[in-house]
């Protein structure tokens, strides 16, 4: 086997192409964004090279055909028991020693640089953009998330790995019937003449980057992981999301104007994205526009809900949820409505999307591998 570093212009066309060759026959395959990959190995655009480093690799067999890449990493902020490095990006043919080869040389190469475990498939970034394996629901992917084939699994855990924690999306039919509990919430809080619902609009996108802070810093900042957001930092991802937020089908709460609740939910991206194979140059942005317009996307993905803690447990959400499904039923063509993951150690999170009656759609999973066979294994806590 015959290992080449990821450094010339054609090692970096081949590690972006790789997975497309080897999932070309696979219907749900989506080819993420060239520039979403280049992204995370780039020192000038990804902050995480200030307190890590990161090296790609190529895998070639005796014919000189690449059979497998991965990206190997250590970030010094990734706190855990022992000193743990990551790995993402794996890819590799259905083979067990070629895998068990590039499992290898990424645990010598985390060695070499101190580490005790490793983790992945993960990402040298935040956790919301490639992170884990597909384990379960092997459907088309949401806008960057892992997609793999189902013997990544045996791969993975016949070498050795340990799931360090599952993580679950959940999903249901928007068309489908709302649990008679909702109705009744809507129907008592709606007497509330203090309480409001409005869906998110774009000429107010300051406004409600405000009030999105406002109520995730009082609703999850403060809970596990979570992190203070300032007006600045959301203002700052509104603007990024701009030309993709679909004015139906994200909803703010009020109690006398002032901000308790929020349904954040954007179009999946896939939908169009899939059609443009990885590129976007001015081509593909002037035919993802023309998608846009003509091309029905039946599929949104939650991304954050919350609800400031006085206002928990009193129905506000299902008040909000039956305001906003009234409207985007008529308003919109979404079909299916998918969550970004939630990981096992969060049960609260978990209860809330099980709440919002949905039911798991796929599982992906963050796997470990502690370099000293004989340690005692460990999940990840219970937040």
Not at 97 to 106: C, L, R, S
Request: net charge positive; charged share 30%.
């Amino acid at each position: 086997m015959k290992v080449e570093k990821v450094v010339t212009n054609k090692h970096k066309i081949e590690f972006l192409a790789f997975p497309a060759r080897l999932f070309s026959g696979d219907s749900n395959y989506i080819r993420p964004l060239d520039k979403d990959i280049d992204g995370v190995f780039d020192p000038k655009r990804n902050k995480f090279f200030r307190f890590g480093e990161c090296e790609r690799f190529l895998f070639l067999n005796d014919q000189k055909v690449v059979v497998g890449k991965i990206a190997v990493f250590i970030n010094k902020k990734y706190k855990q028991k022992q000193p743990t490095g990551g790995f993402g990006f794996f890819d590799c043919i259905d083979e067990e020693e070629t895998a068990n080869f590039i499992f290898d040389f990424a645990k010598n190469w985390l060695q070499q640089k101190g580490m005790e475990a490793m983790d992945g498939p993960i990402n040298f970034g935040e956790r919301d953009k490639f992170w884990g394996l597909l384990t379960e629901g092997f459907s088309e992917p949401l806008y960057a998330m892992n997609y793999n084939a189902p013997y990544y699994k045996k791969l993975f855990e016949n070498y050795g790995f340990q799931v360090y924690f599952n993580q679950l999306c959940f999903g249901r039919k928007i068309h489908n019937p709302v649990a008679d509990k909702f109705l009744e919430m809507h129907e008592r809080i709606s007497k509330n003449k203090a309480i409001s619902a409005k869906r998110m609009k774009v000429k107010n996108l300051e406004k409600f980057a405000i009030d999105f802070t406002e109520i995730y810093n009082k609703a999850w900042a403060n809970h596990g992981e979570g992190k203070q957001l300032t007006n600045a930092q959301t203002l700052k991802l509104f603007l990024t999301l701009k030309p993709v937020i679909n004015e139906h089908i994200s909803w703010f709460v009020y109690e006398n104007e002032k901000p308790i609740a929020m349904w954040m939910n954007i179009p999946d991206l896939n939908q169009w994205f899939k059609y443009l194979n990885g590129k976007f140059g001015i081509l593909q942005k002037l035919k993802f526009l023309l998608m846009k317009k003509l091309t029905k996307n039946k599929k949104m993905v939650g991304l954050v809900f919350g609800i400031v803690p006085e206002w928990q447990k009193k129905g506000i959400d299902g008040f909000m949820i039956w305001e906003g499904t009234k409207h985007f039923r008529k308003a919109t063509d979404f079909e299916d409505y998918e969550m970004q993951w939630i990981g096992d150690f969060n049960p609260k999170m978990m209860k809330i999307a099980e709440s919002l009656e949905t039911e798991v759609t796929r599982k992906l999973a963050t796997y470990r591998f502690l370099f000293d066979r004989e340690k005692e294994f460990e999940r990840h806590p219970v937040l």
